[in-house]
């Protein structure tokens, strides 16, 4: 199961810019096949997954995370996806303004990533270590 869904993306991105519109961002053909539509928005949700995981991995977070998956990693999620599916659609559109904008959302992605590997923001996830509780007991 992937940390976002299409919906995700879509909320975040907009339904026209990622498939309903003409020059959708997930149709590469423009031919509004709803089958190839679906079938890379699924794989810009694995290339998003992947990259959280390889990014994570390491760290106190284990991966990948099992669970209700936290807000911040859906929406990391839904971020990384949509952006991926711009990148292979700018290619052929050329709209360097967009691609600038989306500049500032991946500092954050990666930033967001980092405070996350680092345990400077902590999720409610499992750890990959487990610190061991000591008790002191009264002797006498």
């Known amino acids: ?12 991105f907009g339904t026209g ?7 959708a961002w997930a149709d590469l053909d423009n031919d509004g096949d ?16 992947n990259h959280i995981d390889d990014f994570l991995r390491g760290g106190p977070i284990t991966v990948p995370i099992a669970g ?18 711009y990148d292979a659609r ?7 303004d967009t691609s600038q904008s989306f500049s500032g959302m991946r500092k954050m992605i ?3 990533l980092k405070k996350i ?3 400077a923001m902590r999720l409610n996830l499992a750890r990959t270590t487990n610190v061991p509780h000591v008790v002191k007991t009264k002797r006498g």
Do not use: Q
């Not at 810019?17 to 020059?23: C, F, L, V």
């Not at 709803?34 to 997954?49: E, F, N, S």
């Open 68 to 85: 209700t998956t936290p807000i911040t990693i859906v929406d990391l999620a839904a971020s990384i996806a949509g952006i991926w599916l």
């Open 17 to 23: 810019n990622i498939s309903t519109n003409k020059n």
């Open 34 to 49: 709803a089958g190839k539509i679906t079938a890379r928005i699924v794989r810009a949700l694995v290339v998003a997954d």
């Open 1 to 12: 199961m992937s940390y976002a869904a299409r919906s995700d993306v879509e909320d975040r």
């Open 117 to 119: 590997k680092t345990g």
């Open 90 to 96: 700018s290619l052929d559109d050329g709209d360097d």
């Open 110 to 112: 990666e930033g967001t």
